[in-house]
């Protein structure tokens, strides 16, 4: 009987696990060898320099936002939408956008994980999805071949790979 109590447990574990708020489980994941901090300041930097990899939304009233900013997601649950990061913080996220392939993508920062503020830290960051529309329920998962094509799973890495990590790292 306690066996089959420690397996349920562990079984609950692990599907928790896999339902979590940050939890990627295909992303890809790219090593920045810099500070969760200073790789956020050249995201900021790159999208000034390189304003067609915004991704914008128009609004009912005609207006244009960049689409999903910066979200962080607290320790409490709540999402807040802020460029200022709190002690509460544990993740980071933002889209980007391809013109040339009419494509979103989405990349996620797992701060908690990392000590942002040592300069000698390595920033994960992890390539989470694309969407070709503004319809946020038609995002393809990186690396699940049951929702995107090797192809076209190849084609998205390679290009966020060249077009943004490349001028982010150097």
């Known amino acids: 009987m306690k066996n089959k109590i420690l397996n349920f447990y562990i079984a609950l574990t692990l599907l928790v696990g896999c339902f979590s708020c940050g939890s990627y489980y295909y992303a890809e994941e790219y090593s920045t060898n810099m500070s969760c901090d200073k790789f956020i300041k050249k995201l900021d930097k790159f999208k000034e320099t390189y304003p067609q990899y915004k991704c914008t939304q128009t609004n009912d009233k005609g207006g244009t936002y960049e689409k999903g900013i910066y979200y962080y997601y607290s320790k409490s649950g709540g999402n807040i939408e802020t460029s200022t990061r709190t002690d509460s913080s544990t993740f980071y996220s933002f889209y980007l956008h391809f013109s040339d392939i009419k494509a979103d993508i989405h990349c996620v920062i797992n701060v908690s994980t990392q000590n942002s503020n040592t300069s000698d830290s390595n920033c994960t960051v992890q390539l989470t999805g694309v969407t070709y529309s503004h319809n946020w329920a038609s995002w393809k998962t990186i690396n699940n071949f049951k929702e995107i094509s090797r192809e076209e799973n190849k084609?998205?890495?390679?290009?966020?790979?060249?077009?943004?990590?490349?001028?982010?790292?150097?």
């Open 155 to 170: 084609k998205i890495k390679r290009k966020f790979e060249t077009e943004i990590l490349q001028k982010l790292l150097h």
